[in-house]
């Protein structure tokens, strides 16, 4: 195919880009397969600059306190984002961020300094926790599905008035702020932006009463549309309509033919980790089983799908530059406003992706928009 011309200028409801940061060993699937991707701080600040330049807007570090699940060695998350920060000049940076171990009054404090340092480029993924030996190693509570959602409401809840009010008290059952002033309080207005993710009603209803973003899992577009819309749904009943947007997981394999990427999917589970991928499938289904409603994360969630971590084959990002970027169009006709990526060998494949996929991306903006109920073939 003919090169692409860059395109200067995206208008604001352009699908926007992330990537997950490699910052814990192992790469993005549970697999024996080599990969050409480091956890280390040269190569992430490496890639870093490789997304920024190939047109990504946001790079999300994960979560790890103790190795796990073929994620031996992790990197602690604010820490590695500033980095990457401090690296970068365009690129958005989403910390992932526990409660339970973190406070967030500390969160807020550290956020604002982050954004203030490096011109409003911090934000945070607010992650309600499966990992019940994580909470076990460090002494720490492990409160039940849905309680766990609670405390991440009031944890969002008191970051977002530490950044925003003066003079802030909060009394929750969680949490208990006297009358604190943060000085400097973050650049960015109202304020940096809170990401959350989560199947069940619990996580639903959060997002559409406090978060700014709402991460969705590997699904089809049916099961995408389904959570959109209810998400929508309890946004408004909070006075908040329109006012949440929403991200999806996938695992991209762009290949020059359907043929090589179908291949390297196959040969990705076909030397899967299988007693790392049980191990997991174990830990995951129980947190997400155990939500009152059985929606939680992973609790439909098969073997090849637990490969990888967030369920990223099942969207389908696997093919063609031109069929991803049919896809990825798809998507948006649902109002998926962020998609979230993970690759096999970062570094090559990001800017793959940003030389063949996201200019095709980008014209099909431009054309003639997809019907609302457009599928992901």
């Given at each position: 195919?003919?090169?692409?011309a860059?395109?200067a200028?995206?208008?604001?409801d352009?699908?926007k880009?992330?990537y997950?940061?490699p910052?814990?060993?192992?790469?993005?699937?549970?697999?024996?397969?080599?990969?050409?991707t480091?956890w280390n701080l040269?190569?992430?600040?490496?890639?870093?600059?490789i997304?920024e330049?190939?047109?990504?807007?946001?790079?999300?570090?994960?979560?790890?306190?103790i190795?796990s699940?073929?994620?031996e060695?992790?990197?602690?998350?604010t820490?590695?984002?500033?980095?990457?920060?401090?690296?970068?000049?365009?690129?958005k940076?989403i910390?992932?961020i526990?409660?339970?171990p973190?406070?967030?009054a500390?969160i807020?404090?550290l956020g604002?300094s982050?954004?203030?340092?490096?011109?409003g480029?911090?934000?945070?993924?607010?992650?309600?926790g499966?990992?019940?030996?994580e909470?076990?190693?460090?002494?720490?509570?492990w409160?039940?599905?849905?309680?766990?959602?609670?405390?991440?409401?009031?944890?969002?809840e008191?970051?977002?008035?530490i950044?925003?009010?003066?003079?802030?008290t909060y009394?929750g059952?969680?949490?208990?702020?006297?009358?604190?002033n943060?000085?400097p309080?973050?650049v960015q207005?109202?304020h940096p932006?809170?990401?959350?993710?989560?199947n069940?009603?619990?996580?639903?209803?959060?997002?559409?009463?406090?978060?700014?973003?709402?991460?969705?899992?590997?699904?089809t577009p049916?099961?995408?549309?389904?959570q959109?819309?209810d998400?929508?749904a309890?946004?408004?009943?909070?006075?908040r309509?329109?006012?949440?947007?929403?991200?999806?997981?996938?695992?991209?394999?762009?290949?020059?033919?359907?043929?090589e990427?179908k291949?390297?999917?196959?040969?990705?589970?076909?030397?899967?980790?299988a007693e790392?991928?049980?191990?997991f499938?174990?830990?995951?289904?129980?947190?997400?089983?155990a939500?009152?409603?059985?929606?939680?994360?992973?609790s439909?969630?098969g073997?090849n799908?637990l490969?990888?971590?967030?369920?990223?084959?099942?969207?389908?990002?696997?093919?063609?530059p031109?069929?991803?970027?049919?896809?990825?169009?798809?998507?948006k006709?649902l109002?998926?406003?962020?998609?979230?990526?993970?690759?096999?060998?970062?570094q090559?494949?990001?800017?793959?992706?940003?030389e063949?996929?996201?200019?095709?991306?980008r014209?099909?903006?431009?054309a003639k928009?997809?019907?609302?109920?457009?599928a992901v073939?």
């Amino acid at each position: 195919m003919n090169a692409i011309a860059p395109i200067a200028a995206k208008t604001e409801d352009a699908v926007k880009f992330a990537y997950w940061v490699p910052n814990v060993s192992g790469g993005l699937v549970v697999s024996k397969i080599p990969q050409r991707t480091d956890w280390n701080l040269d190569y992430n600040i490496k890639l870093a600059r490789i997304a920024e330049e190939a047109g990504f807007d946001y790079a999300l570090s994960q979560i790890r306190f103790i190795g796990s699940y073929g994620a031996e060695y992790q990197h602690e998350s604010t820490t590695f984002s500033t980095a990457l920060l401090a690296a970068t000049t365009k690129l958005k940076v989403i910390a992932a961020i526990l409660p339970g171990p973190w406070h967030p009054a500390v969160i807020a404090k550290l956020g604002a300094s982050a954004d203030q340092l490096f011109g409003g480029r911090w934000a945070i993924n607010v992650v309600s926790g499966w990992f019940k030996g994580e909470f076990t190693a460090l002494g720490l509570p492990w409160l039940e599905h849905d309680e766990r959602y609670r405390r991440s409401r009031e944890f969002i809840e008191v970051v977002k008035g530490i950044w925003t009010r003066d003079n802030f008290t909060y009394k929750g059952d969680f949490y208990q702020i006297n009358d604190f002033n943060l000085r400097p309080k973050p650049v960015q207005a109202p304020h940096p932006e809170i990401f959350q993710g989560g199947n069940s009603k619990a996580a639903r209803e959060n997002a559409g009463a406090v978060s700014d973003w709402y991460f969705m899992n590997g699904n089809t577009p049916e099961g995408h549309k389904a959570q959109i819309d209810d998400v929508n749904a309890i946004a408004a009943r909070n006075g908040r309509a329109g006012q949440v947007k929403f991200g999806v997981n996938a695992f991209i394999i762009a290949r020059d033919t359907e043929k090589e990427a179908k291949a390297e999917l196959q040969a990705i589970i076909d030397q899967a980790d299988a007693e790392a991928v049980n191990a997991f499938g174990g830990a995951v289904k129980q947190a997400g089983q155990a939500s009152p409603d059985g929606q939680g994360m992973w609790s439909k969630s098969g073997f090849n799908d637990l490969v990888q971590y967030n369920d990223g084959f099942k969207t389908n990002l696997i093919g063609t530059p031109e069929q991803i970027a049919e896809r990825i169009y798809a998507l948006k006709a649902l109002d998926v406003n962020l998609v979230l990526g993970g690759f096999l060998h970062f570094q090559e494949e990001v800017a793959y992706f940003g030389e063949k996929v996201l200019p095709l991306v980008r014209e099909l903006e431009r054309a003639k928009p997809l019907p609302a109920t457009a599928a992901v073939a």
